[in-house]
């Protein structure tokens, strides 16, 4: 982890984000929910938007395939409120730059696959 979240207390600092983690029958295995955790945990203090981040992480066992993704789910762009016209902005940071913008949706979408076979040493 970077030194300005393993040092957060010393330094004072303050988580500036917050998110919202859905875990989607099947759930990953609690290791994994420990892990997923622990980045989201980093990111709160690394990144600074006003409004909440969904995300939505699902555990899949496939013997082909990816071992994991993550894709944002929406982009938006020529928004009166976002900086530069056409430009594509993910939803999160669109959503947090022009208070115009509603979306409920997931942000982010993040899947990953159980399948051990699938992870070479």
């Given at each position: 982890?970077?030194?300005?979240?393993?040092?957060?207390n010393?330094?004072?600092?303050?988580?500036?984000?917050?998110?919202?983690?859905?875990?989607?029958?099947?759930?990953?295995?609690?290791?994994?929910?420990?892990?997923i955790?622990?980045?989201?945990?980093?990111?709160?203090?690394?990144?600074?938007?006003?409004?909440?981040?969904?995300?939505?992480?699902?555990?899949?066992?496939?013997?082909?395939?990816?071992?994991?993704?993550?894709?944002?789910?929406?982009?938006?762009?020529?928004?009166?409120?976002?900086?530069?016209?056409?430009?594509?902005?993910?939803?999160?940071?669109?959503?947090?730059?022009?208070?115009?913008?509603?979306f409920?949706?997931?942000?982010?979408?993040?899947?990953?696959?159980?399948?051990?076979?699938?992870?070479?040493?």
């Open positions: 982890a970077p030194s300005i979240y393993l040092d957060r010393s330094l004072g600092k303050v988580a500036t984000s917050s998110f919202v983690v859905d875990y989607i029958y099947p759930q990953p295995p609690a290791s994994a929910q420990l892990a955790n622990y980045a989201v945990d980093i990111w709160s203090y690394l990144i600074a938007l006003s409004k909440p981040v969904k995300i939505k992480v699902s555990y899949i066992y496939e013997a082909g395939g990816v071992l994991g993704q993550t894709s944002v789910n929406q982009f938006r762009n020529n928004y009166s409120g976002l900086p530069m016209a056409d430009r594509q902005y993910p939803i999160s940071l669109a959503k947090n730059l022009d208070n115009n913008i509603t409920t949706d997931y942000d982010i979408i993040m899947e990953f696959n159980g399948n051990k076979s699938l992870i070479k040493v």
